[in-house]
């Protein structure tokens, strides 16, 4: 313990930075990727732009290696993306990128051809050179990510070219390539008769738990008489079959041997040796069994209809007339003024909340078709939307409002599509409830339960607080002196973010279980209720994720997303386990994993997410459950981390963390919640943010009719 917290306090630039973190857990915003699929690829050359000459591949490859997005591309796909990046000359003195820029500029990275660039900063208008650079030098790879407004200026100094990707581009060819091999593995598993009482889900599952291995010609994979514990199936090359001395079968691509060793220990009943260099994908028996429990129980186990796609059909948006939200009116009054925006809520429901919950008659569906809503204090914000209490006139039944503009909506409409449609399906006492969806000419407005405790984050800010540890290092040891005390920041007492994390426990595993991904976790995103109890609210990224399917958008919060997130490689919920793991830590210690006051770098943040050696410090007066437990849940591998796990959940809720937490008294809202939400928690916040936006005009200035009618167009069903 003494070594560890000794580095933990060294590491980062010692104590005095570390206390000063307590602001880097700062609210942070969500970013997203893309606008829509990558699954048509278009690419328009600019002006003056040429296709790259095939001459130039290797050494644009050669430049691209050494990034973290290239990392881990097979040979093809690197191929197929510099094929289709192009080459751009530079005039001297142009600009090629201007710091701030954002949008369509933003979305580009750069190799050098030829020629010189200077890379310039502005501090306090006054533009500082920080850089510059030459033949292969590489910049913008964040953007191939999300969208981020450029961090300098680049211009040339000499005539220059440069070889351009695209995010599109890449994302296009990264997706294809997943699809690709994974399609084959599952192929190959469907080949597998030992497996075919496997469900298409659970296959799904089984095709991240493999592994290459690679053999040299003449090397054998597995020897007659061994106890073996993997299954291989070969990906390219040839094998040869041996018993005793004599060759009983060759094997070739998509032939698979070993199988019996998911079942039981049983020695090999042959040696295979490779007849060429051999790729095999393996599995070893503890990680299937991890995965989906052991072979010999599924094989017994009936085939049970698809209970997860029930679920999930209950979800799907129903067709029919009764199940669809008549129009109604609503109103919003807010300052002295008053506007009319018509609302598509459904009937039923604006008449309850108008009555406040009273049995209703005949007659008083006929009357109320009108809603009318006083507009109250801001509440919140984040990064795509607004929100405030509202107080319904009638009844004076209080309510948040959240308010998008449909400018920013357009940026990814998927994104607040899924949320209306998964907020107003979803029932669980802790996930956030919507009661109605409606829309005015530039907004999008969504009608949830009110959460007068504010967020997690108040909480934690209102928690966090300076200690004195002891930390013992190596001379205060050899002295035999006391342990001198370091401050050091720590965030709630570990029952307190027990009960948060256990709520969000409960809260994914309804939404895993229906499918759903949640996608953006943090304590921002956590409301709490009057009683004190959590929800989980925010679900602007939320997705329904087919049972072994997979998503690809690069979405999330810097600093939380999960390294498959990062990758760009496919993902699906294995990404809310991770940044639950990311959110205990936070809410453990006020800070955060992965970043810290020097690292104000996104892409550097990436790279510790995706890097398996980069070490996770924790501070020594964690609890070694609460340790261990976050380390399990930012396991990088999503297909050994807990809650991907054959128990999902149950792994998370069995976890020593949780030893004698009652998790029944928590779902049935039988527990003292261990804190009393307080005003003074949010206030603060409100205060500076209202003020932050007392100005503002609402509605936007300089629409342009098109705009408009493209916003009618594309939000026509919200
Ligand atoms: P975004 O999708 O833009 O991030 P959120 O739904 O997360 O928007 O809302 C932004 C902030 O508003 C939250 O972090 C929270 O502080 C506050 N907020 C959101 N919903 C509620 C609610 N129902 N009750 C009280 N505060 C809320
Ligand atoms: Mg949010």
Redesign the pocket.
């Known amino acids: 313990m003494g070594i560890e917290s000794s580095k933990y306090m060294d590491g980062e630039g010692g104590p005095v930075a570390y206390i000063a973190q307590r602001t880097q857990v700062g609210r942070a915003k ?1 970013i997203t990727g893309n606008k829509a699929g990558t699954t048509k690829l278009e690419v328009k050359l600019p002006p003056k732009a040429t296709p790259v000459a095939v001459e130039d591949y290797e050494f644009i490859k050669s430049s691209l290696v050494n990034l973290l997005l290239f990392s881990r591309l097979d040979r093809g796909t690197a191929q197929k993306i510099v094929s289709h990046m192009y080459m751009l000359p530079v005039a001297a003195g142009d600009i090629l990128i201007q710091q701030g820029d954002t949008g369509d500029a933003a979305t580009k990275l750069f190799v050098v051809r030829s020629g010189k660039f200077e890379v310039l900063e502005r501090r306090k208008d006054v533009m500082f050179k920080v850089n510059t650079k030459e033949r292969a030098d590489v910049f913008g790879e964040i953007s191939l990510m999300y969208d981020c407004p450029r961090s300098a200026t680049v211009a040339a100094t000499t005539e220059a070219s440069v070889f351009v990707l695209e995010r599109d581009v890449f994302r296009h060819f990264v997706q294809a390539s997943v699809e690709d091999e994974k399609g084959q593995i599952q192929l190959f598993l469907n080949s597998v008769p030992l497996l075919s009482s496997l469900r298409a889900d659970e296959k799904m599952k089984l095709v991240d738990a493999f592994v290459e291995d690679s053999f040299d010609a003449g090397a054998r994979v597995i020897v007659e008489g061994d106890v073996g514990d993997k299954f291989y199936i070969i990906k390219e090359g040839e094998a040869q079959v041996v018993q005793g001395e004599k060759e009983v079968n060759r094997l070739f691509r998509s032939d698979f041997f070993g199988e019996q060793a998911l079942l039981q220990d049983e020695p090999r009943r042959a040696t295979v040796r490779a007849l060429s260099p051999l790729v095999c994908l393996s599995l070893d028996r503890r990680t299937f069994v991890a995965v989906l429990g052991p072979l010999q129980d599924i094989m017994a186990k009936e085939k049970s209809p698809e209970v997860v796609n029930q679920r999930m059909a209950k979800l799907k948006p129903q067709g029919s007339a009764a199940h669809r939200r008549p129009t109604a009116e609503v109103l919003i009054k807010y300052d002295s003024g008053r506007r009319t925006i018509t609302c598509d809520g459904h009937l039923d429901e604006v008449v309850e909340l108008r009555r406040g919950g009273q049995k209703m008659t005949d007659e008083h569906r006929d009357a109320d078709k009108q809603l009318v809503m006083v507009e109250g204090e801001l ?7 607004r ?1 405030c209490r509202v107080a319904e006139e009638s009844t004076g039944r209080v309510f ?1 409002l ?1 308010r998008m503009a449909k400018s920013a909506a357009l940026q990814c409409p998927e994104h607040v599509f899924c949320e209306q449609h998964i907020t107003r399906n979803i029932a669980h006492p802790f996930c ?1 409830r919507q009661y109605a969806s409606f829309k005015d000419k530039c907004h999008l407005y969504m009608l ?4 007068p405790g ?2 997690l984050m108040d909480v934690l800010v209102a928690e966090a607080k300076v200690i004195k540890y002891p930390v013992a290092d190596k001379n205060s040891l050899r002295k035999g002196c006391l342990a001198p005390k370091m401050k050091m920041w720590q965030g709630m007492e570990e029952p307190m973010s027990r009960f948060y994390v256990a709520s969000i426990v409960l809260a994914l595993e309804y939404l895993h279980d229906n499918g759903i991904a949640f996608r953006d976790l943090k304590p ?2 956590v ?1 709490i209720d009057g009683q004190g109890y959590a929800k989980l ?2 679900f ?1 990224f939320a997705k329904q994720v087919e049972a072994g399917g997979r998503t690809y958008t690069f979405c999330g919060t810097p600093g939380y997303v999960a390294p498959e997130n990062v990758m760009g490689r496919g993902y699906n919920h294995s990404v809310d386990w991770w940044t639950l793991g990311v959110l205990m830590y936070v809410l453990l210690t006020a800070r955060q994993p992965f970043t810290s006051p020097k690292t104000q770098d996104p892409m550097e943040v990436m790279r510790r997410i995706v890097d398996d050696r980069w070490p996770i410090k924790y501070p020594p007066y964690m609890s070694d459950e609460a340790r261990d437990l976050i380390s399990k849940l930012l396991e990088r591998k999503p297909v050994k981390r807990i809650g991907m796990l054959q128990g999902r959940a149950r792994d998370i809720k069995e976890h020593p963390w949780f030893v004698d937490f009652d998790w029944e008294g928590l779902a049935a809202r039988r527990m003292d919640p261990p804190r009393k939400p307080k005003d003074a928690d949010s206030s603060k916040r409100k205060a500076e943010l209202a003020e932050a936006h007392r100005a503002e005009p609402r509605e936007p200035t300089n629409v342009t009719p098109q705009q408009m009618a493209e916003w009618d167009r594309v939000f026509r069903d919200f």
């Open positions: 969500a509440l919140g914000e984040g990064a795509f939307s929100v948040a959240k956030l949830f339960d009110l959460m504010g967020d921002e995103n409301l609210g925010d602007g």
